[in-house]
């Protein structure tokens, strides 16, 4: 689906700056426009989740993203990431989050649908033709 969109972002993304790139990615990810999300993404990315040091997910390219982000949607009634410290380096941006969300199904016998769930991480990003190529996000 993102296919046809891309080539047209692409050429709009050239003019944003990373910082820009992970602003979009964030606001579009809160209000899960899962469209939105990819255009903010090289096709060869790669996403990594750690939970307590422990890696939980990794994913290579657009296609498996864009297959866990629509999943991901429906475990949620609404999230929000709130940017909290941004470090910016040459190779990649680190930046500090609270994440805060409504679970929309059960997880376990202590968290049930409609519990909120409030968590504190990092997230790296790296870079590549102006869009995000890597993103590692942890809590």
Known sequence: MIEKYYDYYFQF???????????????????????????????????????????????????????????ACTFFNWRKQTIKDWQISQDEIIISIDYHAELAMDFSKSMKAGDELKLSGTSTFHFKDGLISFIKDES
């Open 13 to 71: 993304n050239l003019i944003m700056t990373n910082s820009d790139l992970i602003k979009n990615y964030i606001q579009t990810y809160n209000s899960m426009y899962i469209i939105g999300m990819l255009m903010n993404l090289h096709n060869d990315i790669v996403f990594e989740n750690y939970s307590k040091g422990v890696l939980m997910l990794r994913l290579e390219g657009i296609q498996a993203f864009e297959i866990q982000a629509e999943k």
